[in-house]
């Protein structure tokens, strides 16, 4: 299966790609953001959750692994950054598959270190910046 690939222009148009992740996928809920350091991962969940409903302030929980939101609905959306753990075991030590068969949304920043953790069906979007502009390119596989 070939990648799809989204074009955002500015970060004003982080919203509407958030939409169309929605709905190109609706029944999943485990989405992990791959990108160097600065990509916009970050800023990117900051949209999803708006979009969700998420009214908290979203924040990268770079020190406490994950952070967790609630939507308009009082829906939980758990956002992890796994920049910091040194191996995938230091997962298990929080509960990491709880969250993740939760049926909540799990947006997680570097997955990767999770390893064989994440199950299958999780939606990868590997973000690129263009260096001559504000352009960002999500793929998804």
């Known amino acids: 299966m070939k990648p799809e690939k989204i074009v955002c ?9 958030a939409k ?16 160097s350091m600065g990509a916009g991962k970050t800023t990117f969940i900051q ?13 990268s929980p770079t020190f406490s692994i994950v952070n967790e939101y609630r ?10 950054d796994l920049y910091r753990i040194k191996s995938p075991a230091e997962l298990l030590d929080i509960g990491f598959e709880e969250y993740l068969y939760s049926d ?10 999770a390893g064989n953790l ?16 504000e352009c960002r390119f999500f793929t998804f596989t």
């Open 9 to 17: 222009n500015s970060l004003e148009e982080l919203d509407a790609v």
């Open 20 to 35: 169309v992740v929605l709905e190109k996928y609706p029944e999943n809920r485990i989405f992990g953001l791959l990108g």
């Open 47 to 59: 949209s999803f959750c708006r979009v969700l409903g998420v009214e908290d302030v979203v924040n």
């Open 71 to 80: 939507t308009i609905n009082n829906d939980p959306v758990f956002h992890f």
């Open 104 to 113: 909540a949304y799990c947006l997680i920043e570097w997955p990767l270190l």
């Open 118 to 133: 994440l199950p299958e069906g999780t939606v990868f979007m590997e973000i690129t910046v263009d260096p001559d502009s």
